[in-house]
């Protein structure tokens, strides 16, 4: 019987690794912000299917990666399935009333 190969662990920023410009720069793609916006509305974990954005699956997972790098959103894999949810409590005390600002925003 063939051996799985098990999935590298999903790495977070530590708070004091997170900066506001790297959340920013993550949150000024159209993508990106679209992604963040979905979290935001569902106030829970989505699974990466779950989200509806005009891109491949590919680039979804290149979105997310550099949201998650950024500590924007965190991941978790379940099985085969990486679901992911907003940082927004860590947002907030880092950066008070910038997600909500953002979010805001007109389209």
Do not use: Y
């Amino acid at each position: 019987m063939a051996k799985t190969a098990a999935l590298p662990p999903i790495v977070h920023p530590e708070l004091d690794e997170i900066t506001v410009e790297g959340v920013l720069r993550a949150l000024a793609d159209p993508v990106r912000l679209g992604i963040v916006r979905q979290l935001a509305a569902a106030d829970c974990e989505l699974a990466c299917g779950a989200l509806t954005v005009p891109v491949t699956k590919s680039t979804i997972t290149h979105h997310l990666s550099i949201l998650r790098q950024a500590g924007v959103v965190a991941g978790r894999q379940e099985g085969t399935t990486r679901f992911n949810s907003l940082r927004r409590n860590d947002l907030d005390a880092l950066f008070p009333g910038l997600l909500n600002g953002v979010l805001a925003a007109p389209r």
